[in-house]
């Protein structure tokens, strides 16, 4: 029985990794469109977010087999259900990438007010930051979760970086205000994807631990409502 449950844990987990491989590829996919302004690349962008929709859907389904048909002890059942709420923050991060290409398309057919460096830099960041956190999740790996973690304020550099840009260019021309407006949004959505990395990060660590930084806090208020 518990040979066939640790066969179960094996596919979850490489069913994470795929799934991990498909938000990567939704932000590649995301930001081609947007570099290349290819309304075909932008539109199969979009269409991808419902194979990452279908992915979550199996993955809860195995999640809530493994719960029902078995007994997992403490370690087993903090792994499913970080898997759980993780899956969660991806397909966020999915909708996300969607959202970043439907604003590609509208964007199709004018030439951009800048350079697109720093919005790229933080897409191949976060991508990364993504596969990285289904690793981590594998390997029981601590030190990668924290790490993941920390890079999220290269993001968030990344994302003042595009702001204060855009600000520069809508003074020096008040016409460049709503293509900046657009190219903020996509800023700020890159700048979300890498809070919802950071949010699957720390679901890895309790999946380790046991211990989350929401569910401490809760606990520590609790205990100093009773103390008073």
């Not at 992915?55 to 087999?65: D, P």
């Not at 709503?178 to 950071?198: C, N, P, V």
């Amino acid at each position: 029985m518990r040979n066939r449950f640790d066969r179960q844990l094996e596919e979850l987990n490489n069913e994470m990794i795929s799934m991990g491989v498909q938000i990567s590829q939704a932000i590649g996919y995301a930001i081609n469109a947007l570099l290349s302004q290819n309304v075909e690349k932008a539109k199969e962008a979009i269409a991808y977010d419902q194979e990452i929709d279908q992915k979550e859907r199996e993955i809860e389904s195995l999640c809530l087999k493994l719960l029902l048909s078995q007994q997992p002890v403490a370690r087993d059942l903090r792994q499913i259900s970080a898997a759980l709420k993780m899956i969660t923050d991806m397909e966020r991060v999915g909708d996300h990438a969607a959202d970043i290409s439907e604003i590609a398309l509208h964007l199709s057919g004018e030439p951009y007010i800048s350079h697109l460096g720093h919005i790229e830099q933080m897409a191949k960041l976060t991508s990364v930051m993504v596969l990285d956190c289904m690793q981590a999740f594998v390997d029981r790996d601590m030190e990668k979760a924290k790490d993941i973690i920390k890079r999220d304020d290269q993001v968030d550099e990344l994302f003042m970086n595009v702001r204060s840009d855009l600000i520069d260019l809508i003074h020096q021309n008040p016409q460049n205000g709503s293509q900046a407006a657009d190219l903020l949004m996509i800023a700020k959505y890159f700048e979300r994807i890498g809070d919802h990395a950071t949010n699957i990060a720390e679901w890895v660590m309790f999946s380790i631990t046991g211990s989350h930084k929401s569910a401490d806090a809760v606990n520590a208020a609790q205990s100093s409502a009773q103390n008073e």
